[in-house]
């Protein structure tokens, strides 16, 4: 390969990025405006990570993931859903490795202990950094089952999400991918 087309891969690889981290954060900074979205937007911009792993590889999509993660903490006004795309925005990229471990059960095994332990962490850092956060007294007011409930959906959404990011992958690779000429 010349270095005329290593740079133009370059270039094509740091807009592509590029592109891809301002949207990303675009929906962040939307999804602060709807409550609900403190959970959906991250994984719709962990979505986002799924044509740059494709096309240039995980050190490009680790290298976007943690961009945006960056700007989310600083930028957006609601943390929880910026801790959420940290803690678990990521795994379109890890998805793939969980999916090698050998035996239906370890491999699931392994997902919902991932989903557990990110949410599980993530609350625990929100209450030592903003005691003060409205979600943390929610959790208080609804009291072990309810939040044992919670943390159900959430690990039952994760799954819905670990089936869709397949889906994905073939609706980008059959049907988007070939519309962006300029990749080639």
Known sequence: MSNHSKARKQSMMAAFCGMAAGLSMAVMLLGGVIPIATYAVPMLCGLLL????????????????????????????DKEAAFFYLFIGYYPI????????????????????????????MYALLALLFPVL?????????????????????????????HLLVYCVMLYANKIRPKLKFLK
Do not use: H, N, Q
């Open 50 to 77: 799924l044509p740059i792993l494709l096309e240039f590889g995980e050190r490009a999509a680790w290298a976007t993931f943690f961009a945006v993660s960056a700007l989310a903490l600083m930028l957006d006004f």
């Open 134 to 162: 409205a979600v943390l007294k929610d959790f208080e007011e609804m009291g072990v089952l309810m939040s044992a409930l919670f943390l159900l959906v959430y690990v039952l959404c994760m799954m819905l999400y670990d």
């Open 94 to 121: 890890v998805k793939w490795k969980l999916d090698k471990i050998r035996g239906k059960g370890w491999r699931l095994a392994a997902k919902l202990a991932l989903f557990t332990m990110s949410m599980v962490v």
